[in-house]
């Protein structure tokens, strides 16, 4: 049985890099990591504040379910992420994202 690499998988299936179709990909890959990251800043921030998602949702004006949606990495209008810092206090609408960089909100 031959096994294969994930780099070798991602050029059969995708294309290798430096195709409009594998660069597509990476930084449609990009985009999603960086909404679970901001998913997950948002979760912990909330979650030091002792909030729970239904009370969050009320203060920024969604539901509950949305506010799980956004947490799970899902995607959110830049308002509704720009309401949802203001609601849990931040000061600055910075985020860092660790490696992938910082992201100003306002």
Do not use: H
Request: proline residues 1%.
């Amino acid at each position: 049985m031959k096994t294969y690499t994930t780099a070798q998988i991602k050029d059969e299936l995708i294309g290798k890099r430096g195709t409009p179709e594998r660069e597509a990909y990476e930084a449609e890959m990009k985009e999603e990591i960086e909404a679970c990251l901001l998913g997950d800043a948002i979760r912990a921030q909330r979650k030091q504040q002792n909030l729970t998602q239904k009370q969050l949702g009320e203060r920024v004006g969604v539901g509950e379910a949305q506010i799980s949606k956004i947490e799970r990495g899902n995607a959110a209008t830049f308002t509704v992420v720009k309401r949802i810092f203001k609601a849990l206090g931040a000061t600055s609408g910075t985020l860092d994202l660790g490696s992938f960089g910082r992201v100003a909100l306002w």
